[in-house]
């Protein structure tokens, strides 16, 4: 969604995913505003990581709607991969690393975007614009095994 971060909102309306016969998410609704901080806390496997994989598109909801709303235009995510939900605005970075860490920050962030030939201009615009807005983009030429995990 192109547009202003600060008056974009992304909503779970709902939510609900089980493991097997092990619900982990049971009806939650959570609305966050662009451009704020907020924290989920709770025990070990209580949904907390689930829900930001569902919000990224990762894992698809059992039950539930995830919708990214602005002044001009609401989407529905559900259904939409992950890649198109970056250049919407909607990522999720784990706390775990999970890079390839032989290559760049840069290369990762291209594999995970999906960058074929056909968007490699707009994936890279889009990863610029990420790293710009959170200042990280000095750490794109380094490799994440180089990186101080502290």
Do not use: W
């Not at 998410?25 to 806390?41: M, Q, R, W, Y």
């Not at 209580?46 to 001009?72: C, M, N, P, Q």
């Amino acid at each position: 969604m192109r547009g202003s971060v600060s008056s974009s909102r992304l909503t779970f309306l709902k939510v609900t995913k089980a493991y097997g016969i092990r619900a982990v998410l049971k009806g939650v609704s959570l609305s966050v505003a662009g451009g704020t901080i907020h924290a989920i806390e709770g025990t070990n496997a209580s949904g907390k990581t689930t829900l930001f994989e569902i919000g990224a598109g990762f894992l698809s909801a059992d039950r539930g709607l995830i919708v990214l709303e602005s002044d001009r235009t609401s989407i529905t995510l559900n259904y939409r991969p992950p890649n198109t939900r970056i250049v919407d605005g909607v990522a999720y970075i784990p706390q775990t690393c999970r890079a390839l860490g032989g290559v760049s920050t840069l290369d990762n962030l291209k594999i995970a975007y999906g960058t074929s030939r056909n968007n490699a201009t707009q994936a890279r615009a889009a990863i610029f614009g990420c790293l710009e807005a959170l200042d990280l983009t000095r750490l794109l030429e380094r490799r994440p095994v180089d990186m101080d995990r502290s």
